[in-house]
Antibody, heavy 126, light 112 residues
Framework: QVQLVQSGPEVKKPGASVKVSCKASGYSFASYGVSWVRQAPGQGLEWVGWISEDGSITNYAQKFQGRVTMTRDTSTSTAYMDLRGLRSDDTAVYYC???????????????????WGQGTLVTVSS | QSVLTQPPSVSGAPGQRVTISCTGSSSNIGAGYDVHWYQQLPGTAPKLLIYGNTNRPSGVPDRFSGSKSGTSASLAITGLQAEDEGHYYCQSYDSSVTVDVVFGGGTKLTVL
């Protein structure tokens, strides 16, 4: 069965960086894009960005541009999100999610996300 | 302020029908981009409920249905059950300069 298993909780100081991993299994990792979505405590879902099947395309929400980098390693079926210059309002649960494009098409930002990781709590506090 | 507007809360008794609206604009839902719906039960990750406006993934009961018209979309839940209580989010894509993937603010469903 499809599983996305994320790395454990992180506590960081303001200005630091965090790298969250998302290990996929149960499907062809190289065939689907991966998005990252975050959820601040008690708040709704916020899209951070996505990376294409082969890693050649990345798209980040404007508010994160310059601070976030998404990568993927096909050899380990793992996607990564690196967020720099952390602020207290970056405190949130960060989810990875697999794209579900229409049959025989490449992943695109408007795809639904059909499987999600369990989430990684990133706490930013001095 | 979310680009897609949802009511903060809806409620209904077991067995009843409720609908959740998702209102967008001409740069997202009205531009023809699909709407997807997610269910988030307390303490869990979101789960895809409806994709491509009206389609249910395998395993999602037919009590859940989606529709889209103009610049809005709706999620309908019939035969409400206690286990449906949670948050529901719509998602689409926006073609304006400053936004891409957009989520609604979320709707809290309470089963009375």
């Amino acid at each position: 069965q499809v599983q996305l298993v994320q790395s454990g909780p992180e506590v960081k100081k303001p200005g630091a960086s965090v790298k969250v991993s998302c290990k996929a299994s149960g499907y062809s990792f190289a065939s689907y894009g991966v998005s990252w979505v975050r959820q601040a405590p008690g708040q709704g879902l916020e899209w951070v960005g996505w990376i294409s099947e082969d890693g050649s395309i990345t798209n980040y929400a404007q508010k994160f541009q310059g601070r976030v980098t998404m990568t993927r390693d096909t050899s380990t079926s793992t996607a990564y999100m690196d967020l720099r210059g952390l602020r207290s309002d970056d405190t949130a649960v960060y989810y990875c999610a697999k794209h579900q494009p229409p049959v025989s098409t490449s992943s695109a930002p408007w795809d639904p996300r059909d499987y999600w990781g369990q989430g990684t709590l990133v706490t930013v506090s001095s | 302020q979310s680009v897609l507007t949802q009511p903060p809360s809806v409620s209904g008794a077991p067995g009843q029908r409720v609908t959740i609206s998702c209102t967008g604009s001409s740069s997202n839902i009205g531009a023809g981009y699909d709407v997807h719906w997610y269910q988030q039960l307390p303490g869990t990750a979101p789960k895809l409920l409806i994709y491509g406006n009206t389609n249910r993934p395998s395993g999602v009961p037919d009590r859940f249905s989606g529709s889209k018209s103009g610049t809005s979309a709706s999620l309908a839940i019939t035969g409400l059950q206690a286990e449906d209580e949670g948050h529901y989010y719509c998602q689409s894509y926006d073609s304006s300069v400053t936004v891409d993937v957009v989520f609604g603010g979320g709707t809290k469903l309470t089963v009375l």
